[in-house]
């Protein structure tokens, strides 16, 4: 009887620790399910994608693995690039691509959010059940979180690197086989998620060294070192990092070209952690320094704070560098989004301290010191209209700006007010007795300021999103209608803005290829410029689709079957070929000196009147006027394939004023003929006005056209037709 009671009490006691178990988890899974159906609802309100190259990249990947099996761009193949691709492949394999892209942002969604399991089981090994819930809580709902709407890699980059810090904390602290191989995996693994996680087995490399150093067996090594000693182990110390500094610059060139420039990469690591610190509400950090200086009772502690350590300095050197490349390179960026992983660890750190309360004031005020620097020197980008999209974390800036007009002064000194409010909150607490209604009351703020720094970045998100939609026609998906799925390559020229082009390709699955005449064709994926192979437009190589989209400038001889916008949708008659195009001529009309226009082919090889108009209207009062000569003769090749004049037949010469817009009619010879326009002197509006942005050097807006002659094929214009002027008014029709 005893035997039978002893166990009914065991499977009592079993029972009870999985109901406390189960009953402990509620207020977690509960978390996580409001926090999806908050983003879930965000990513709902997303009307498009906005994120270009990126969005549109891993996009690519997944729709080949959901369609071939394996990755690729623009219908070639590619090597392995990210599972992020895998992750998401499945969305695609709805027919629709609204629904394709509902699905993938809920994967997104779903993933990133899940970032609060590893970041609670990291907390659990170091404080209570409360603390580490508020870790859990505040690590999924930071101002990055913005990004779990779109197609990126941080959805899941993000919780893969929580859920690594967690294992390597715990094997540093158990030391078991068990967790030590699942650590090491787990680190190994991490570079195909998102190549920034290589340095994930340096942070865990890192952390075991530092470890050992600071523990009892290196004091004990140290002990009774003289002063040779230490100045050796330095220069030891000095030598591996240049060796590897060296190492990694072999491997990854963006580090060898940013050691060139390090007052660049202190001021991005600086901008950026800045960034990190406002998107968190500054207090995080205080509490984050004052929770891992003073020891805890927990034996994760030390190997806890080693991992914080290590990490900080691994992800901020990556950011500087990543920074000071793109600055060098491209432009000046707040790179906040490569410090994100940060977050985590910040936060568990702040619930150590939630859990104690107390603090060492030497450590506080060093904080405190270090959060006043950040805060004065970060750039706040106060841009309400956009979502500074490597920085989210700034959104909440501009929300001030754009609620409160407050400019960037205004903003500093409420960050430094804040800073104050902070450093306060934290040395009261330590004063009183009875701290929990205090802690959970700044526990609430925490989370509440960063969920609102979320939902900025989120509605910044949206508001640059509904701006981008308007640059393409309505509804998006509409060559997938008009070509029934078939394939479709885009051939444009001149392109200044690739946005417009990414979700044309984005959300219509049929644009396969995409090719420009002058080699502007933007990734990412493989892109084509196809050369003239005969004077009758025929180009090399051919598409092998059957249908074209055209832009600006460009007719293929074939039919129109639908237009949109500045783009004609053509099927193909036969082989690729074109029946004119315009090069020289941006996307938004204008010229600089020079443009041609081709007509490879009329119908009937009809003569007729070419027709040039050139226009100042849309720089009226910025420009001194210009001279305007007209070329036009037989076409042909030349060396390269491009096309020239045989000879030149006629040419004309015109004075361009301000604010007019002539139109020149020219006789034509039998097809294949040729136009130059040939502009003097050209400016630049940015020189001609302050308020203006645009530094091209401009000729004219530019339009071409071409009236074939009645009558029998070959015939020259009738008497009537002869008669027009050489320029006509704006708005006339040749």
């Not at 089981?121 to 508020?134: E, I, T």
Request: net charge neutral.
């Amino acid at each position: 009887m005893s035997t039978v009671a002893a166990r009914h009490g065991d499977a009592d006691a079993s029972s009870h620790r999985w109901s406390e178990r189960l009953f402990s988890a509620v207020p977690l899974a509960s978390a996580f399910v409001w926090l999806c159906l908050l983003y879930g609802w965000q990513a709902w309100s997303l009307r498009s994608p906005w994120l270009f190259a990126d969005e549109l990249d891993y996009t690519q990947l997944a729709r080949s693995i959901a369609d071939t099996g394996h990755p690729g761009r623009r219908g070639e193949s590619e090597s392995f690039a990210t599972l992020y691709a895998y992750l998401t492949a499945p969305a695609w394999l709805f027919d629709r691509t609204e629904t394709a892209y509902q699905a993938a942002k809920l994967i997104g969604v779903v993933t990133m959010t899940s970032a609060l399991f590893p970041a609670y089981a990291l907390a659990r090994m170091l404080v209570s059940r409360g603390p580490a819930l508020f870790a859990a809580i505040a690590s999924a709902a930071i101002p990055a979180f913005a990004y779990s709407s779109l197609l990126l890699t941080e959805t899941l980059a993000y919780p893969y690197a929580a859920m690594c810090f967690f294992l390597i904390v715990k094997a540093l602290t158990s030391r078991g086989t068990r967790w030590l191989v699942l650590a090491t995996a787990a680190c190994l693994l991490a570079p195909l998620v998102r190549g920034q996680l290589a340095l994930l087995p340096a942070v865990f490399a890192g952390s075991a060294a530092l470890l050992a150093w600071s523990g009892e067996w290196g004091r004990a090594r140290r002990a009774g070192w003289s002063w040779i000693e230490w100045t050796a182990a330095a220069a030891v110390a000095g030598v591996a990092a240049l060796f590897a500094s060296e190492l990694i610059g072999r491997f990854w060139g963006q580090w060898e070209a940013a050691t060139q420039h390090p007052r660049s990469m202190l001021d991005h690591a600086v901008w950026a952690a800045g960034a990190l610190v406002i998107g968190l509400g500054v207090l995080p950090l205080l509490a984050a320094v004052a929770g891992a200086w003073r020891p805890g009772g927990s034996p994760a502690h030390r190997p806890f704070v080693a991992v914080l350590a290590t990490a900080a300095l691994g992800f901020c050197l990556y950011t500087a560098g990543k920074a000071a490349f793109l600055a060098t390179f491209f432009e000046s960026r707040v790179e906040e989004r490569n410090l994100i992983y940060l977050s985590p660890l910040l936060f568990v750190a702040a619930a150590v301290w939630l859990e104690q309360g107390k603090t060492r004031l030497v450590p506080l005020g060093l904080a405190v010191a270090g959060a006043a620097l950040l805060i004065v020197v970060t750039p706040y980008e106060l841009d309400p209209s956009a979502l500074y999209a490597d920085a989210p974390s700034l959104s909440i800036l501009s929300y001030a700006n754009q609620y409160f007009d407050w400019d960037d002064g205004a903003v500093q000194t409420a960050l430094l007010v804040v800073l104050g409010v902070s450093t306060a909150l934290i040395l009261g607490v330590a004063a009183i007795r009875e701290r929990r209604t205090a802690l959970i009351g700044i526990a609430a703020l925490v989370l509440a300021w960063n969920v609102t720094a979320e939902m900025a970045a989120s509605d910044a998100s949206d508001a640059f999103a509904d701006k981008l939609a308007t640059e393409v026609p309505q509804p998006f998906d509409w060559v997938d209608r008009a070509t029934g799925g078939e394939a479709t390559v885009y051939l444009g020229q001149g392109i200044l803005n690739a946005n417009a082009i990414h979700l044309l390709e984005f959300w219509n699955r049929s644009i396969t290829r995409v090719w420009t005449r002058d080699d502007t064709a933007p990734g990412p994926g493989p892109t084509e410029t196809p050369r003239l192979a005969a004077p009758d437009g025929t180009l090399s190589p051919d598409t092998g689709a059957r249908y074209v989209l055209a832009d600006i400038g460009i007719e293929p001889q074939g039919t129109e079957v639908a237009e949109a916008g500045r783009w004609k949708l053509y099927r193909l008659d036969g082989p690729l070929a074109l029946q004119r195009d315009v090069t020289g001529l941006y996307s938004d009309g204008w010229i600089g000196s020079d443009a041609t226009y081709s007509q490879y082919s009329t119908q009937g090889g009809r003569l007729g009147i070419a027709s040039v108009r050139t226009s100042r209207l849309g720089s009226c009062g910025l420009d001194p006027g210009a001279r305007v000569r007209i070329s036009i003769g037989p076409l042909a090749l030349d060396a390269s394939g491009n096309p020239t004049f045989a000879r030149v037949r006629e040419v004309q010469r015109h004075r361009l004023r301000s604010c007019t817009s002539p139109i020149f009619l020219l006789f034509s010879p039998p097809p294949p003929f040729h136009v130059r326009v040939h502009i003097e002197p050209t400016f630049v509006p940015a020189e001609e006005d302050p308020r203006e942005t645009d530094r091209r050097e401009l000729g004219a807006q530019v339009s071409f056209g071409f009236v074939p002659a009645t009558g029998s094929p070959g015939a020259r214009p009738g008497p009537r037709e002869r008669r027009p002027p050489r320029t006509r008014p704006a708005g006339g029709t040749p």
